[in-house]
T-cell receptor, first 113, second 114 residues
């Protein structure tokens, strides 16, 4: 599985945008980029995913570099409820392995009031 | 909304006991997964299943077995619990979509083996 690299922790202020980076220099052409987050005392939850183009949904935006070797999860206006560990995961679209998620250590995001 | 439920939030067992962790999903998903989460090690996949009676080993299957007799239910079995199996166990489910199926997680079971 291709690996991702994320900062261990980040801090931001409430109501400000947050940009969470992820490096994935060994990404293959068939890998999707997925983001999940885990709030305290809960299971992970899906945030967003993309392949080549930038993506937006109600939770966040995903900006993917043109060479696909990095991506950024953008929370447009952070709230205290966004404090969580954010995981960037590459997911192969081929074969049975396509069903799996391989979690790294993620980025622990702290939001200051 | 998709719901993944796990039989217990907290469980305390003794070394050598047989332990069953049950997971049920209500959205007719083909895939079901069992992970464990430990500080400093993150989430690691134990087993997954993409159909009834089918199972695949994940990254750390040793000491565990699974059962999937019905589509909605996936059980994790610790045949003889040991203290190093003290952990948070998370179940998840997803549709069978290559590379894109969102995984829905349950709330987790914190297992302590004494």
């Amino acid at each position: 599985d291709a690996k991702t690299t994320q900062p261990n922790s980040m801090e931001s202020n409430e109501e400000e945008p947050v940009h969470l980076p992820c490096n994935h220099s060994t990404i293959s052409g068939t890998d999707y980029i997925h983001w999940y987050r885990q709030l305290p005392s809960q299971g992970p939850e899906y945030v967003i995913h993309g392949l080549t183009s930038n993506v937006n949904n109600r939770m966040a935006s995903l900006a993917i570099a043109e060479d696909r070797k990095s991506s950024t999860l953008i929370l447009h206006r952070a709230t205290l409820r966004d404090a969580a560990v954010y995981y960037c995961i590459l997911r192969d679209s081929r074969g049975q392995g396509a069903q799996k998620l391989v979690f790294g250590q993620g980025t622990r995001l702290t939001i200051n009031p | 909304d998709v719901k993944v439920t796990q039989s217990s939030r907290y469980l305390v067992k003794r070394t050598g006991e047989k332990v069953f962790l049950e997971c049920v999903q209500d959205m007719d998903h083909e895939n079901m997964f069992w992970y464990r989460q430990d500080p400093g090690l993150g989430l690691r996949l134990i087993y997954f299943s993409y159909d009834v009676k089918m199972k695949e080993k994940g990254d750390i299957p040793e000491g565990y077995s699974v059962s999937r007799e019905k589509k909605e239910r996936f059980s994790l079995i610790l045949e003889s619990a040991s203290t190093n199996q003290t952990s948070m166990y998370l179940c998840a489910s997803s549709l069978l979509l290559a590379g894109v199926g969102e995984q829905f997680f349950g709330p987790g079971t914190r297992l302590t083996v004494l």
